[in-house]
């Protein structure tokens, strides 16, 4: 286990100062589900919400998600977005949407909590578009798969 970094000496929380480190790439990838009944699921791949195309508007809101992860998560950098995709995959047993998020920057810091945001943001707004017919969908499983770039180099989740 590495030291968190960010507290200083006095164990107070700060911005972790990354002026001095290089701008490099970095790739971070990211996944989480929300669960549901079936017939919410149909009413996704069909097309039939009432509120409208239900993965293309939690696609755009993932990656508005991604652009403003500094401004919800106190510590983070705020980073040069290069690239957010945005992949949902339906799956039937148990009925879900997969929500995968591939962020990537050149920046002196990490994009994983980028990917992490966006994939949380996506899932919420499938679950607004479609709490009408089914209040009981469950978010979960969000983790990040992988990471590369900057000092710890890659990393991918066992």
């Keep these: 286990m590495t030291e968190l970094t960010h507290f200083d ?3 107070q929380a700060h911005m972790v100062d990354v002026s001095a480190k290089p701008a490099t790439v970095r790739r971070a990838v990211a996944e989480g589900r929300i669960r549901m009944h079936a017939d919410t699921l149909a009413l996704i791949a069909e097309g039939r919400a009432g509120k409208g195309d239900v993965l293309g508007v939690a696609r755009i809101a993932a990656i508005q998600g991604a652009k403003r992860t500094a401004d919800l998560i106190p ?5 040069p977005l290069s690239k957010v995709a945005v992949e949902f995959e339906l799956e039937s047993s148990p009925p ?6 591939t962020a990537q920057t050149v920046a002196p810091t990490g994009i994983e909590m980028e990917a992490l945001t966006a994939v949380q943001v996506g899932l919420l707004t499938i679950y607004d578009m479609c709490k009408a017919a089914d209040r009981g969908m469950v978010i979960g499983d969000v ?3 992988e990471k590369e770039g900057g000092r710890s180099g890659h990393w991918t989740r066992p």
Excluded at 75 to 79: A, E, K
Excluded at 96 to 101: D, E, G, P, S, T
């Design 143 to 145: 983790a990040l798969l």
């Design 96 to 101: 879900a949407v997969r929500c995968q998020v």
């Design 75 to 79: 510590l983070c950098h705020p980073v």
């Design 9 to 11: 000496a006095h164990g």
